[in-house]
C-alpha cells in the first residue's frame, strides 16, 4: 500500500528551504545580476569549503555528539598553510628558512596537524565521557590560543602562485574548489552509505547502550568521527586560505555555528542516527543563498548576523518539533 504525500508534513519539514528558496526567486527577479554567471561562480566558492567543514560537524551530530571547535580548527588550518607556502622571496616571511613546499605536500602535513586535535576530542568524549559540547568549547579555546601563539597574531599574505590557484583555478568551467567538494561528498556517501563505519555511526546515534551491546567498538568509532572531522576542517583551511589570499586568528570565525546549521536545514537531526550527505549540501546552499540575498538587499551585515541566528534557532526547534512527534 503507498503512503499518502502529506503536503502539510512536507511543508513542515522543509519550511526553512522553501522559504529560502521564494526569497531568492523574489530577490532574482528583483535585482540585476542575482542569476548571473559571476554570482554562481560566488556561490560554488563559498559553499565549497563550508561544504567540507558541514560534512565533518554532521558525523558529530550523527552520534549526538557536536563541535564547536572546527571554526578555530579551519582558522588555525589556515594559518598554518599560509605560513608554509608563503613565497620565498617574501619579505614578511613567518618562517623566512623554510624551504620551498609544493602545495600538496602542505596539504598533507596540515591534515596531519589538526588529525592529532581530532583524535584529542575523540579521547576525551569517548574515554573520559565528557560532553562533547564542553570537550569541543575547551578544544575550541585551545586552538584559537595556539593560533595566536604560533601566528603571533599577525595576518599572513604573499602566497606562492601555486598555493592562490588551488582556490582561483578551474578545469573548463569547474573551479578546483568545486572538485575537491565533491571528492569529498563523494568520499562521504560512501563511507555513510556503504562501510562497517557509517552502519556503526547510525547505530551510537540510534541508541548507544544498544549498539555496544551489539558489538559497536563505540570509542573507536567516535574517535574515528572526530579525527576525520578535524582532517575535513585541515583541508577546508587549506581551501578558505586560498581562496582569501590570506590568513588570521580571525579565519573561521563562527564557521561551526553555520556547519551545524546547515546540517541541522539538511536534514541531520541533533538528536542523533540521522543524516544524509545530499542533505547537508542542501542546508549548506540554503544557508549561504541566504547570505547572498540579503547582500543583494543591501542589508546590513549586522542584521545578516540577526538573520543567521534566526535561522539556527527556527532549523533546531523543528528538528526537536520533528523528534517528540516520533516519540
Known amino acids: 500500500m503507498e503512503k499518502k504525500f502529506d503536503i502539510k508534513k512536507f511543508l513542515s519539514n522543509n519550511a526553512i528551504i522553501i522559504l529560502i528558496a521564494i526569497l531568492a526567486l523574489a530577490v532574482g527577479f528583483s535585482t540585476q545580476n542575482f542569476f548571473s554567471a559571476n554570482n554562481l561562480k560566488n556561490l560554488i566558492a563559498n559553499v565549497s569549503p563550508r561544504f567540507i567543514i558541514a560534512c565533518g ?35 614578511a616571511r613567518m618562517i623566512p628558512g623554510l624551504p620551498d613546499i609544493p602545495w600538496f605536500l602542505a596539504l598533507l602535513i596540515v591534515m596531519a596537524v589538526m588529525a592529532c586535535f581530532g583524535a584529542i576530542n575523540g579521547c576525551v568524549i569517548a574515554y573520559l565521557k565528557v560532553p562533547p559540547f564542553i570537550a569541543t568549547l575547551g578544544m575550541q579555546t585551545i586552538v584559537y590560543g595556539l593560533c595566536s601563539v604560533i601566528t603571533g597574531n599577525q595576518p599572513m599574505g604573499g602566497f606562492k602562485p601555486s598555493y592562490s590557484n588551488v582556490a582561483l583555478g578551474a578545469i ?18 560512501f563511507l555513510y552509505n556503504k562501510t562497517r563505519h557509517g552502519k556503526y555511526m547510525y547505530a551510537i546515534g540510534g541508541n548507544e547502550n544498544a549498539a555496544q551491546v551489539a558489538g559497536v567498538n563505540v570509542t573507536a568509532t567516535l574517535i574515528r568521527i572526530y579525527v576525520l572531522a578535524a582532517v575535513l576542517y585541515g583541508l577546508a583551511g587549506f581551501l578558505v586560505g586560498a581562496k582569501a589570499g590570506g590568513a588570521s586568528t580571525a579565519t573561521g570565525f563562527g564557521y561551526e555555528l553555520e556547519a551545524i546549521a546547515a546540517c541541522t536545514i539538511g536534514g541531520v537531526s ?58
Open 57 to 91: 560537524v554532521s558525523g558529530c551530530l550523527i552520534t549526538k555528539g557536536t563541535d564547536l571547535s572546527a571554526g578555530r580548527q579551519v582558522g588555525l588550518a589556515a594559518c598554518l598553510s599560509a605560513m608554509l607556502l608563503q613565497s620565498v622571496d617574501y619579505a
Open 172 to 189: 573548463g568551467p569547474i573551479p578546483y574548489l568545486a572538485i575537491f567538494a565533491l571528492i569529498v561528498g563523494l568520499f562521504m556517501w
Open 270 to 327: 541533533t538528536n542523533g542516527g540521522v543524516g544524509k550527505v545530499p542533505g547537508i549540501l542542501v542546508g549548506v546552499l540554503v544557508f549561504e543563498i541566504l547570505k547572498i540575498c540579503l547582500q543583494f538587499l543591501r542589508v546590513d551585515p549586522a542584521y545578516t548576523f540577526i538573520a543567521q541566528g534566526l535561522v539556527i534557532i527556527v532549523a533546531v526547534a523543528l528538528d526537536l518539533r520533528k523528534y517528540l512527534a516520533k516519540k
